[in-house]
């Protein structure tokens, strides 16, 4: 079985949007406007598909998660949100603490979006706006239906990184935002029980 569900509490998805990134990429060369927001949409579109086929294959539960992961692996930003969760208290952590960090963050992270995941698997996508988000993202507002209940409602904001490419930096379900939350929770967890604890937990959960 994936991961028991992820206890979070709601994030504004206007919060989510207006949140600072660290990145360290320069501006790529500009797009208009059409084709910033069409290749958003066309990102988002390819990677709910990958991570369905990934999800919904006849595999082991074990080898969907390993083969979902490597979906996110590719398609998400996860150097930039790695820094932007561990926050401030990444200027203090030592070389080896920041190497244990980087070493466990994408299956931590991964882990995290495949519990998100398990109510939109094999349900249409519908796109109900985009729009551009400063000088390099786009967010992409979508809905899941589902045959009972409310349609899960996720919104993709997607960068465009100095190669050229396209990568989710937030994925936000139902208005929760765990780039946001974690943030948080991290910063909390810091202050209480100082980094190796909180590595040592992140590779707890991560396993």
Do not use: C
């Not at 988000?133 to 997607?158: C, H, K, N, Y």
């Amino acid at each position: 079985m994936f991961m028991s569900r992820v206890k979070v509490f709601a994030a504004l998805i206007a919060a989510a949007s207006a949140a600072p990134v660290m990145a360290q990429d320069p501006e790529p060369a500009a797009e208009t406007e059409e084709s910033a927001v069409e290749g958003a949409v066309a990102f988002a579109k390819v990677l709910t598909a990958d991570a369905t086929t990934a999800l919904t294959s006849d595999k082991s539960e074990a080898e969907q998660l390993t083969d979902f992961q490597a979906v996110l692996a590719d398609g998400m930003a996860l150097d930039v949100i790695g820094k932007f969760m561990i926050g401030e208290a990444r200027k203090t952590m030592s070389d080896d603490q920041l190497a244990r960090y980087d070493a466990v963050f994408p299956d931590y992270l991964t882990k995290l979006y495949a519990e998100q995941f398990q109510d939109i698997v094999g349900k249409p996508l519908e796109v109900l706006e985009a729009k551009e988000l400063g000088a390099r993202d786009v967010i992409v507002r979508t809905q899941f239906d589902r045959e009972e209940g409310s349609p899960i409602m996720v919104d993709w904001r997607v960068r465009q990184l100095r190669s050229g490419e396209r990568k989710a930096i937030d994925i936000i379900v139902q208005g929760v935002s765990i780039m946001l939350v974690k943030r948080e929770e991290f910063s909390s967890f810091i202050a209480t029980n100082g980094v190796d604890a909180l590595l040592d937990r992140l590779e707890e959960e991560a396993a």
